[in-house]
């Protein structure tokens, strides 16, 4: 052996071998002061790692299990608001403080010019805590961190592909639509007008509560219905709790009911079930077996005066029809940046969804309101049920399993309104999106036991349920909002761009055709999209394990706007109603007047100043603060700070924009603000 030559041995060959250093630098060898790693020291380093990661296990499933015990309890006591998406907000902010910190690493890193590949290098070539702690970082990342996110990664590029094939078809059977000019047709000759005995009995409902702003616009609407006036009943179902504004709503049932329309006003004594069960006692008045049709319109609906006869004759000839659909138009999609992406993503849904699904498979998701039900099929599935959120879609689904077709009428418009306000917006998706999950849990041993086709049994299962309300939210919150930003700290799960930008693009495309005015939107789409999965995904989750968010129940905001033809025909109307002589319905009215007056004089005190009194000052506006968007915002943006350090081009511009618009959401910067 040469005299520079230093040989090495251990005791236990197997683990260790041999190692020779040739030469006499000083620089190779360890400086003598440093304590060498013995092997029993690296036995217990490794036992004390396999202690935590049992402890991690153990608490994981713990928790599991304490949270499956306490979601399978007491599902109908109220929850305490303030702890409502904790364990979201949580979760997204260790993954922030764990982006936080491995930014903070790799900025150091970046700067002292480390290689990547500092994790070969041998021990005694590290210096400092920092550098060990990133060559740990490495280590631990691409042995136990990166398998776990490509994996996860792959599993959602798969829903997505999936999801957005779907959409493809779906855009596809819209085009064979428009192609062939498919659209329902009257089976036999259209209602004799000039014998009001050969039209049908028909029954109005307009469920409401709390509607101040448009209870008159609709109650107004549905009163000028064009229909023979002893064939049609309007039942006003008043679910508020103001007793003023109770007054309010009949003193407008008695304008009418005088005018000759045949108008009633129904106010429960015990409000419970919320507009399933306002529907449901309103089913079971003695009349009500007079009448065949029921057609349901929300509060700020405006129906046109031809609407049921444009509707109700579809159901003449045609035994096994149940429910005719119609189309919603908005009044206010020009309004603000938020209503224009609504107004983009319900269009999509008539236009493309609702109208393939009628033409093809006779079934859909009834919208709720704007639609004519044949009151039998409504007896025969059971009727409205009070057990989720989503009374329209639990009976549109029991009267599919009993056999009942649906039709649905893109030509046949009603008016209504979007929400303006994203506090708004946000809590009627979170019912829109809890509800169904509640539904499908409920429903599932009924389509597997039900006597329809094993092809219907796989729609209503696999798209209508699974794909569309579950997949969707699950997929574009993981991959857009939690793998992606990760993955600018786990290069070896990188996403390709395909994934992040050209796909969603094109979805995006097919999403805005139904309404082409709205193509300068497309990018803010596609961002805003990418912004609600939070919420559409917690509300998925809490309808999935019935926590107690899933039973939450909020009235949308209504603003009480109107298309230039509505207020035209209502000032008329208000006109005639000031010409009045009944003086309690003056009287009434110039109480409530005095009320909010005085109301509005205690909450904003006079202020003198040299003696003379300022003007009042106006209720100001205030913004709402989203943690959970906020969190969001962050992460992205230290994901995006992480992607410029690496160069990686359309990653970094889409993160930086993708968290600028949490940012903008969580700061409640788009719509309307609240009062």
Same mark, same amino acid.
């Given at each position: 052996?040469?005299?520079n ?8 060959p197997?683990? +260790? ?16 002061k ?13 036992l ?11 608490w ?26 904790k364990?979201?907000?949580? +979760?997204i ?10 930014l ?6 970046y700067?002292k010019?480390w290689?990547?590949d ?6 005694w ?31 959602c590029t ?15 059977g ?11 047709k ?7 007008l ?53 007054l309010?709503i ?66 003449k ?7 005719v ?12 940046l ?13 236009e493309?969804?609702q ?37 329209d ?29 994203y ?9 829109w ?20 086709s ?14 569309r ?15 992606l930003?990760l993955?600018? +700290? ?17 979805i ?24 609600m999965?939070?919420t559409?995904f ?15 129940w ?10 230039e033809?509505?207020l035209l025909?209502?000032?008329?109307k ?7 002589n009944s ?5 009434l009215?110039?109480k ?27 209720i ?56």
């Amino acid at each position: 052996m040469a005299p520079n030559s230093v040989a090495v041995t251990m005791e236990k060959p197997d683990n +260790f071998s041999l190692l020779e250093i040739n030469g006499s630098d000083p620089s190779l060898f360890p400086d003598n002061k440093r304590k060498s790693i013995s092997p029993k020291q690296f036995s217990w380093f490794l036992l004390l790692k396999a202690h935590r990661v049992v402890s991690c296990l153990s608490w994981l499933f713990a928790s599991v299990k304490n949270r499956i015990a306490f979601s399978s309890k007491n599902i109908n006591e109220e929850e305490d608001p303030k702890s409502r998406g904790k364990q979201m907000y949580r +979760f997204i902010k260790a993954c922030l403080v764990i982006s936080i910190a491995a930014l903070s690493i790799e900025i150091v890193a970046y700067y002292k010019n480390w290689n990547l590949d500092l994790i070969n290098r041998p021990s005694w070539e590290v210096r400092g805590l920092v550098e060990w702690s990133y060559m740990a970082w490495l280590s631990f990342r691409s042995d136990y961190i990166a398998p776990i996110v490509i994996t996860l990664s792959k599993f959602c590029t798969v829903l997505f592909l999936i999801q957005s094939l779907d959409r493809l078809v779906l855009c596809l059977g819209c085009f064979w639509i428009k192609f062939k000019k498919i659209e329902p047709k009257l089976k036999d000759d259209e209602l004799d007008l000039e014998d009001a005995s050969n039209f049908p009995m028909v029954l109005i409902q307009i469920p409401m509560c709390n509607e101040r702003e448009v209870y008159e616009q609709s109650i107004g609407a549905a009163a000028q219905l064009d229909w023979p006036k002893d064939r049609i009943l309007i039942q006003v179902l008043d679910d508020s709790d103001d007793p003023n504004l109770q007054l309010l709503i009949k003193e407008e049932v008695s304008v009418w009911a005088e005018k000759g329309v045949n108008i009633i006003y129904r106010h429960r004594l015990i409000r419970t079930g919320y507009k399933a069960g306002n529907l449901k006692s309103a089913m079971t008045c003695d009349y009500v077996k007079d009448y065949e049709f029921v057609t349901i319109f929300d509060a700020d609906f405006t129906p046109s005066p031809d609407f049921l006869k444009k509707t109700v004759p579809h159901f003449k000839g045609n035994p096994e029809l149940g429910l005719v659909q119609a189309r919603w138009s908005f009044v206010n999609k020009d309004e603000n940046l938020l209503t224009r992406l609504q107004n983009i993503n319900l269009c999509f849904h008539f236009e493309v969804e609702q109208q393939v699904n009628g033409v093809f498979l006779n079934f859909f998701g009834f919208n709720g309101t704007a639609g004519v039900w044949r009151i039998k099929a409504l007896e025969e599935s059971g009727g409205w049920l009070e057990r989720t959120t989503v009374e329209d879609m639990d009976i549109a689904v029991r009267a599919h399993l009993n056999g009942w077709k649906f039709i649905y009428l893109n030509d046949v418009e009603v008016t209504c309104e979007l929400p303006e306000s994203y506090e708004a917006y946000k809590k009627q998706q979170h019912r829109w999106h809890s509800g169904p999950m509640q539904l499908f849990r409920l429903c599932l041993p009924s389509i597997i036991k039900s006597k329809i086709s094993i092809g219907k049994k796989a729609n209503l299962i696999f798209l209508f349920f699974l794909l569309r309300k579950l997949i969707l939210p699950f997929y574009s919150f993981t991959l857009f909002c939690i793998i992606l930003p990760l993955t600018m +700290f786990i290069p070896e799960a990188e996403l390709p761009l395909w994934i992040i930008c050209y796909v969603p693009i094109f979805i995006s495309l097919l999403n805005i055709l139904p309404s082409p005015k709205s193509f300068p939107f497309l990018i803010p789409y596609l961002l805003f999209e990418n912004t609600m999965s939070i919420t559409k995904f917690n509300a998925m989750i809490s309808g999935l394990f019935q926590l107690g968010s899933a039973y939450e129940w909020v009235v949308t905001k209504k603003t009480g706007r109107s298309s230039e033809s509505d207020l035209l025909a209502f000032a008329e109307k208000e006109e005639k109603l000031h010409r009045r002589n009944s003086e309690s319905g003056l009287e009434l009215l110039s109480k409530l007047k005095e009320q909010e007056m005085n109301l509005a004089e205690q909450e904003t005190p006079k202020k003198t100043l040299g003696g003379l009194i300022r003007p009042k000052n106006k209720i100001k506006k205030r913004n709402m603060v989203f943690k959970k968007e906020l969190a969001l915002a962050f992460l992205l943006l230290t994901a995006a700070a992480r992607s410029f350090l690496s160069a990686h081009g359309l990653h970094f511009y889409f993160l930086l924009f993708q968290g600028l618009s949490f940012l903008v959401v969580g700061l409640d910067l788009i719509g309307e603000q609240i009062n």
